[in-house]
Nanobody, 123 residues
């Protein structure tokens, strides 16, 4: 009953910016870490950035200094501000959240994933 929905992807020129958003909904007891991952054509999914419930962040070296991850716990949302975009940033970006939810009266924690949003950086 948990859904993650991404938005904000699109086509931008090198050097441009995009802001990705992800909203979680459903029968959620808690959300711990949230993050963004991406999969470029022909490559495996890779970590882009993560943020804990307390606000601690972690970034891939390739995006550090250009991307900023943030979250709004009240809105159950996570964001990724992407600046100075490069062609190599082209990928499908996926929202991830480690979510606690009650199933049959028992609290379970599991990773949930959004469907992805396409980011294309090209002139």
């Amino acid at each position: 009953q948990v859904q993650l929905v991404e938005s904000g992807g699109g086509l931008v020129q090198p050097g441009g910016s995009l802001r990705l958003s992800c909203a979680a909904s459903g029968s959620i007891f808690s959300i711990n870490a949230m993050g963004w991952y991406r999969r470029a054509p022909g490559k495996q999914r890779e970590l882009v950035a993560t943020i804990t419930s307390g606000g601690s962040t972690n970034y891939a070296d390739s995006v550090k200094g250009r991307f900023t991850i943030s979250r709004d716990n009240a809105k159950r949302a996570v964001y990724l501000q992407m600046n100075s975009l490069k062609p190599e940033d082209t990928a499908v970006y996926y929202c991830n959240a480690y979510v606690g939810t009650y199933i049959g009266g028992t609290l379970y924690y599991a990773d949930y994933w959004g469907q992805g949003t396409q980011v294309t950086v090209s002139s």
